[in-house]
T-cell receptor, first 113, second 111 residues
């Protein structure tokens, strides 16, 4: 049972490039989340999904897009990378809304130069 | 707006000493409260959570936390710290299905 997996672990992008951060969970959870963590800060919610085909914005959605075509996968897309998007990105999943536990992936460290 | 404050950015304790990490929240209703731990290079792991009932909550790895409504606090405690507890600790409040995190407290453990 792998839980929540994220790829890649590390990535360096140039300003203006695009990329997709992958997130997969094998726990059959309906709810999935993307967070970013900046140095010295807590995590901030970017987008979340309550099931396949249903997504909604979180606290800091600008510059990102998501889709949820299957229960297992919740990719995060950066269309035009900017230095402000340099961060560590965490994907999480839960079987239900709070107070159900959210399970986190190991993170993707992204640097935009 | 809902918020979480962890007043201590960095704490150092000696191995075997007791630990208390502070967390204050701002939330209008009865909150869902969480403590997560993040080891270096790892994702977050849930230590414990409170959503109703007994205000003293037991978690994994020997941690406990106490919900005090009158003080809007949810402090994390451990009676005897181990070197492996060195990590970053996050307090969070649940708000309409989403987690709002504090800025975190880094725990360093001295031998």
């Amino acid at each position: 049972n792998a839980g929540v997996t994220q790829t890649p672990k590390f990535r360096i992008l140039k300003i203006g490039q695009s990329m997709t951060l992958q997130c997969t969970q094998d726990m059959n959870h309906n709810y999935m989340y993307w967070y970013r963590q900046d140095p010295g800060m807590g995590l901030k919610l970017i987008y979340y999904s309550v099931g396949a085909g249903i997504t909604d914005k979180g606290e800091v959605p600008n510059g990102y897009n998501v889709s949820r075509s299957t229960t297992e996968d919740f990719p995060l897309r950066l269309e035009l990378a900017a230095p402000s998007q340099t961060s560590v990105y965490f994907c999480a999943s839960s079987s239900d809304f709070l107070p159900d536990t959210q399970y986190f992936g190991p993170g993707t460290r992204l640097t935009v130069l | 707006a809902q918020s979480v404050t962890q007043p201590d950015i960095h704490i150092t304790v000696s191995e075997g000493a007791s630990l208390e990490l502070r967390c204050n929240y701002s939330y209008g209703a009865t909150p869902y409260l969480f403590w997560y731990v993040q080891s270096p290079g790892q994702g977050l792991q849930l230590l414990l959570k409170y959503f109703s009932g007994d205000t003293l909550v037991q978690g994994i790895k020997g941690f406990e936390a106490e919900f005090k409504r009158s003080q809007s606090s949810f402090n994390l405690r451990k009676p005897s710290v181990h070197w492996s507890d060195a990590a970053e600790y996050f307090c969070a409040v649940g708000d309409t299905g989403k987690l709002i995190f504090g800025q975190g407290t880094t725990l360093q453990v001295k031998p």
